[in-house]
């Protein structure tokens, strides 16, 4: 790709007449992707249980992968060496990576965050102490070579009630992104995103929204959210932070996979989404279906010789049943690529389903329905009606 041309441009197709739902087509070095889009997670550059060539099967388009776990192993000097990410695990597909700064929140024990940067105990052998830097972060990402990268974020637990601290970390981002634009090098094939934060903070969040649109970027990201916040709380940041940003690129928010957060937030105007979910409940023995999902540990499947869901047509619901999955799951490590075949399916099926509604002008109606599938009491929690009411789609009464 020669530098005249831009690493992604991103076309709306279709919008929704009732809700804030659009369809468009985000076009990336490695190929078109489908908006709205799902990515699973391949934290190693690798998603657990099934292979490269078996996502392009599924017509996969984009995976994410983690900066933080690759930066750590194999390390940059491998990933140069071999050519980048997409070489290195054999997928000629498109790639997005994280910053590596959220795990230093979640998964590490934290040493400080400073102006520089986080410093954080490494996980390595040695237990020594590691900066990650905006630069550091993005250097790790160059070498990756992923279609589209994020910046280094100050990342709040959501649920941290001090305001002081979440618009220090608002503020901070913004730095941090002006650090991370000066150190890419790669801005010829590789689109970065800034990350909006501010928490639960309506005026944060848009003090960040705003200072983050003046940057020339190609998309936007939605973080500090999926922290343990409450739905009443989740809906209204994703629903202020899409409007808030540009209607002409795509927005992702980050860490959302349920299948009705992916409903709802695609009707608040929202591309693009990750999360481990699928593919982590696939190794807990669970299928995921449009009423939720099948616990195939339980007994009640041992005689049970119909496929997960039956209107699936991904290789495991043609092939094997409930009783059989049932049999082994958990146990045998072929029943995790069994199911993870399905869940990462369902999910691809769900988003193109929800393309196709609003390119249809149904989206209204095909939310109304999902939504009686999973509640079919019609017993809906406050927080979907108030949400899917705000952009005017009324549920089945």
């Keep these: 790709m020669t530098a ?34 799902f990515m699973p997670v391949g934290t190693q550059g690798t998603l657990k249980g099934i292979l490269p060539e078996q996502l392009e099967k599924l017509d996969l ?23 980048g990410l997409h070489k290195f695990m054999n997928w000629n597909k498109n790639l997005l990576t994280d910053s590596g700064g959220f795990q230093m929140v979640s998964l590490l024990k934290l040493a400080e965050i400073t102006e520089a940067g986080v410093k954080f105990e490494s996980l390595n052998e040695q237990k020594s102490e590691v900066m990650l830097t905006p630069e550091h972060s993005i250097e ?28 220090v970390s608002v503020h901070r981002t913004t730095r941090w992104l002006d650090r991370c634009l000066k150190a890419h090098n790669r801005q010829h094939d590789q689109s970065l995103f800034p990350i909006v934060q501010g928490t639960l903070y309506e005026d944060l969040r848009e003090v960040s929204a705003k200072d983050l ?36 690129k795509p927005r992702y928010l980050m860490g959302v996979g349920f299948a009705i957060d992916l409903v709802v937030c695609c009707a608040l105007g929202v591309d693009m989404f990750d999360c481990v979910f699928p593919t982590r409940t696939a190794r807990f023995g669970c299928g995921l279906i449009r009423s939720g999902q099948l616990n195939l540990r339980s007994s009640k499947y041992k005689k049970d010789f119909k496929p997960i869901d039956e209107d699936c047509d991904c290789s495991t619901c043609q092939n094997y049943t409930r009783a059989y999955l049932h049999c082994i799951v958990t146990n045998i ?50 927080w979907i009606k108030e949400s899917l009411a705000k952009v005017n789609i009324s549920l089945h009464q």
């Design 4 to 37: 005249s041309i831009k690493p992604l441009n991103f076309t709306i197709c279709a919008e929704c007449k009732t809700s804030k739902a659009r369809v468009g087509k985000m076009e990336l070095p490695h190929g078109v992707v489908d908006t709205p889009v």
């Design 333 to 382: 490590p072929v029943a995790c690529h069994l199911l993870t075949i399905h869940n990462v399916s369902f999910q691809l099926r769900l988003m193109k389903d929800i393309r196709n509604s609003v390119s249809e002008n149904t989206f209204p109606e095909f939310v109304a329905d999902f939504m009686l599938k999973n509640y079919p009491k019609k017993d809906y929690p406050n």
């Design 213 to 248: 649109i003046q940057r020339e970027v190609n998309g936007y990201a939605i973080g500090g959210l999926s922290g343990g916040e409450s739905k009443d709380d989740f809906w209204k940041m994703v629903f202020l932070s899409a409007k808030l940003l540009p209607k002409n």
């Design 140 to 167: 790790i990402q160059n070498a990756i070579g992923a279609d589209i990268i994020m910046q280094l974020d100050d990342v709040v637990k959501t649920t941290n009630p001090d305001k002081e601290r979440i618009e």
């Design 61 to 83: 388009q984009i995976m994410l992968a983690n900066t933080y776990h690759l930066g750590s192993k194999p390390g940059v000097d491998v990933l140069k060496k071999a050519g």
